[in-house]
């Protein structure tokens, strides 16, 4: 594969590769896998809130997409296709997971102890100094958990138009639910992300998360 | 524009999801309105600090996994040998027709294979006569057909159609006398030697002389001790017996001449006590001899059925035997000629016949005791015949049929 080529297929849209991959040329599939596993991987480890878990289902939202590159229809968006799939095995990951308990980063190493190491304090260090990095830890602890407690339909809206930058109506088509409520849940998250958030920002302004 | 109409599409200015002219007249909006304008603000900076959460790297494991799969699944990949047998299976199983079209041809197949090895003689005349008994009476050197070639049929047919053709030239060579024809040398032999060949014999089975002498003098071992007689698996055959030939048949083949007689010995159901010792490299001489073997014993084989055909059945037993004698290998093929031919001659006859031919007690003592066992069968049947036949019974009493009816009836 020539230079040329790699850029040629560069500038082909998601349903271009797709059938250019459904062809039989791989290299299509290794442009839109490039392009799409980062914001899909980051959907769905939002979504599930596990990283090894959100591997796996990222592997298996692609696999789907290589199984059912033969019976796909240019007609069909990608991304649409492409994130039902993922948000439809988030969903059943969800329902599997559903007494799942998540495990404060605040709660105490001992149980009983409320004044005692917590388990925040055990987590992995080694970035910026010790001030920004208790700041950045502690703001980006404090936004992955204003996301976590979004309800599922704003989160998945304000996922799908954030990491992916998928636009409303597609956003509607991939949920089932009309456009306007999908802007509604838009404004809704971002209201109850800003009303999480609203004492950090300032400091976010400030401070770079690492 | 109001605030309540701005703020119904503030998401979708926020997100550059407006035409031009609805964006212009927002901003004109936001321009003269403060609330609207904090408003926006305030998403815009959250979604500012939103974006500096730090995104997931996807592991390069879980991509080249995916990529490798990707070019696997468009691979053009040629039909293995076990997807070529898959495929044609499911058209088998999918398709009831061929499955039995299949099933009949190998049925057909194999039974006109079985057929075409043993090639029974008719005993009653339904059975196809082979081409050995269609003949007119073979005065010449009959060609080896079967006995040391290899078993394809096609081969058969061709070993027939050259013996066919030898035997109509040769025809006028061998002596014939009323009854008694001399056979020549088998077709390999000079055919100066015909009719004094080593396998000369007469019709009624009685063998020249000179020729006994002659092959006694070649094979001392053979002739001295009295052969012994064979040992034949007796009992139901098996439905598969067919096959132990063509199996026999195969291995002969491959191990070259004398495969029948290879084959019987790796098959282990034929003791014989003529039979020497495996001989893994037989010197050229024994080979020679071997095939002559043979070939007297296809000549010995196709008289046999020749008599057999014309309904002299001792003699045919007694060219059985000869045919044995020569090769023991033929047990197979001949035992139901010989049973039919056994059938045919009488408990006499078969007491007679089973002193003189050894190599043929095994049949000839099972079919003495079907004979016995006819006979048996048709006296006890004359002498139900031969009595009278008995008064028809009388009807039951009345009182002994009262005695199953029920009390209040009487």
């Known amino acids: 594969m020539t230079q040329g080529h790699a850029v040629a297929l560069e500038r082909l849209s998601d349903e271009e590769l797709m059938e250019a991959y459904r062809e039989g040329n ?55 296709w492409l994130y039902t799939i993922a948000r439809n095995l988030c969903v059943d990951q969800s329902r599997r997971a559903k007494h799942r308990q998540h495990v404060s980063l605040d709660q105490p190493v001992k149980r009983g102890e409320t004044d005692g190491a917590r388990l925040g304090d055990m987590v992995a260090n080694g970035g910026p100094a010790v001030d920004r990095q208790a700041i950045g830890r502690e703001l980006q602890q404090r936004m992955e958990q204003a996301i976590a407690d979004l309800a599922d339909e704003q989160r998945e809206v304000f996922l799908m138009r954030e990491y992916a930058g998928l636009p409303f109506k597609e956003i509607a088509e991939i949920m089932g639910c009309p456009e306007n409520t999908v802007k509604s849940r838009m404004r809704y998250a971002l209201e109850r992300l800003r009303q999480e958030l609203e004492e950090y920002r300032d400091l976010a302004e400030a401070v770079q998360v690492s | 524009m109001d605030c309540k109409h701005a703020n119904e599409h503030l998401v979708d200015y926020l997100y550059q999801e407006l035409d031009a002219d609805e964006a212009d007249r927002i901003e004109g909006h936001l321009r003269q309105c403060e609330g609207c304008s904090d408003e926006l603000a305030s998403f815009e900076s959250t979604r500012r600090l939103m974006q500096k959460l730090p995104l997931l790297e996807p592991s390069p494991s879980v991509t080249e996994l995916l990529l490798k799969e990707a070019a696997r699944a468009v691979q053009p990949e040629a039909p293995g040998f076990w997807q070529r047998l898959r495929a044609g299976m499911r058209l088998l199983v999918l398709n009831p027709a061929m499955t039995a079209a299949a099933v009949l041809v190998l049925v057909l197949g194999v039974s006109f294979y079985a057929y075409r090895q043993t090639s029974p003689p008719p005993s009653d005349g ?83 002389k000179t020729v006994a002498k002659r092959r006694v003098g070649r094979r001392p071992a053979a002739r001295a001790k009295p052969r012994p007689t064979l040992r034949y698996r007796k009992g139901p055959k098996r439905a598969n017996e067919a096959f132990d030939d063509l199996d026999s048949n195969a291995l002969g083949a491959l191990g070259g001449g004398g495969g029948k007689r290879d084959g019987h010995k790796k098959s282990g159901k034929l003791a014989s006590g003529t039979e020497s010792a495996p001989r893994p490299a037989p010197a050229p001489a024994a080979q020679a001899e071997e095939k002559e073997r043979s070939s007297a014993a296809s000549a010995w084989l196709a008289q046999a059925r020749k008599a057999s055909k014309v309904g002299k059945c001792e003699q045919a037993l007694r060219l059985y035997h000869r045919a044995l004698e020569e090769d023991p290998g ?9 049973r039919r031919c056994a059938a045919r001659i009488g408990l006499d006859g078969l007491a007679k016949a089973q002193k003189q031919l050894p190599l043929l007690a095994g049949w000839l003592e099972a079919e003495m005791s079907e004979a016995r066992r006819r006979e048996a069968n048709q006296q006890r049947a004359a002498r139900k015949k031969a009595k009278p036949a008995k008064p028809k019974a009388v009807p039951q009493a009345p009182a002994q049929r009262r005695s199953y009816s029920s009390p209040s009836a009487d």
């Open chain 1, 26 to 80: 791989a290299r299509a599939f290794e442009h839109l896998l490039r392009r799409h596993q980062r914001p899909v991987l980051n959907f769905i480890y939002r979504h599930v809130g596990v990283e090894s878990v959100a591997e796996e289902l990222l592997q298996e939202v692609f696999l789907r997409i290589i199984k059912g590159a033969a019976s796909y229809k240019r007609t069909a968006k990608f991304t649409t």
């Open chain 2, 126 to 208: 339904e059975l196809p006569v082979p081409d050995e008994i269609g003949e007119p009476a073979p005065v010449g050197g009959p060609a080896p057909a079967t006995a040391a070639k290899a078993p394809q049929v096609a081969q058969t047919n061709l070993d027939r159609q050259e013996a066919k053709q030898q035997k109509e030239a040769e025809g006028r060579a061998g002596a014939a006398v009323g009854d008694k024809v001399v056979l020549a040398q088998p077709a390999r032999e000079p055919a100066a030697d015909m009719p004094k060949g080593k396998h000369a014999l007469t019709l009624d089975g009685t063998r020249p």
């Open chain 2, 330 to 338: 033929l047990r197979r093929t001949v035992g139901p000629e010989v």
